[in-house]
């Protein structure tokens, strides 16, 4: 009986370990991860340890390991990445970020698997061009990402449109630009936690929490609005994609919604049944200048390639994720 293997790379990380976890409700599957747990006290093991995977790759042994598997690879799912915008280092986020997935990508062309992958919002840059998740090569090649993150995620989605153009193509690829994306398994990432995680243990300790002002005059303290997205509705998406095969290109996720800093903070007090204690203090003049005021994602063309479920609100998200992980003593899901 032949295997039916998916194989995540960034699997133990927080949006990789959440389509785990999805994928393995699926007990006709293998789900096998790809990933560094590193240091065994930051816990990045216990975002899988809850979950049947068939086996754990190092990312060294990627290559190898799909090469000897390869008949039984049903779908590729890339989710791993340098996902720090604030990473000093160039040349090691160009080559996980850019390198590494051309490679993954003319593996899952040569061998004919399907691929699905992570881009970015970040590719947007400060967003005057909008958030339209065009998959034309100009309309890609005219954004300007404010980071090198966002740069060597745009250079990828260039890379695969092109390449797709050309014929030279897995069957499936997908690239999903995520958005601000929040939920379980994320506390290891610490600065780079959604700001419902970061507040949490303020909020937990009957604490005022602290969200930057606003330096725009048209924009109160708080008012800053990105688009949230809970990380549940990221892996029913991905799941989706594996049960549509005939879905391709690189599409927008977001909630579709944007919503303030204030009112996501305002949440959390909500759910933990507090009243909000909110203090404004100056954003560091170093990141003023190339501050997003405004995200959201257009999802018409995810809608329009058949994808009908709703997406979870802010309130009911965060109360999802603060009363059934952040207040839990195992907060993993």
Known sequence: MSRRIVFVTGGAGFIGSNIVARLSEDRSLEV??????????????????????????????????????WSDVELVVHMGAVSSTTEPDADRIIH???????????????RQRR???????????????????????????????????????????????????????????VGLKFFNVYGPNEDHKHGMKSVAAQIWPKVSAGETVQLFQSHRADV???????????????????????????????????????????????AVFASAGQAPDIAYIPMPEAIRERYQYFTQAQMGRLRQAGYEAPFTSLEAGIDDYVQGYLAKADPYR
């Open 32 to 69: 096998v991860v790809c990933d560094r747990l590193r240091e065994a006290e930051l816990g990045k093991w216990r975002n899988i340890a809850k979950h049947p995977i068939a086996d754990f790759v190092a990312p060294e042994a990627m290559f190898d390991w799909l090469e000897a598997h």
């Open 96 to 110: 996980s970020n850019f390198t590494l997935s051309r490679d993954l990508f003319a593996w899952c062309a040569n």
């Open 220 to 266: 109160a303290h708080g008012g800053q609005l990105r688009d949230f997205v809970y990380v549940r509705d990221v892996a029913d998406v991905v799941v989706w994609l594996a049960a549509n095969p005939q879905v391709n290109g690189v599409f927008n996720l977001g909630s579709g919604e944007a919503r303030s800093f204030a009112e996501m903070a305002r």
């Open 115 to 173: 691929l699905i992958y992570a881009s970015s919002a970040a590719t947007y840059g400060d967003g005057a061009l909008g958030f339209d998740d065009d998959n034309s090569f100009e309309a890609l090649a005219a954004l300007r990402p404010l980071n090198t993150y966002g740069w060597s995620k745009a250079l990828f989605d260039l890379h695969a449109v092109r390449q797709a153009t050309r014929g030279v193509a897995p069957p499936q690829w």
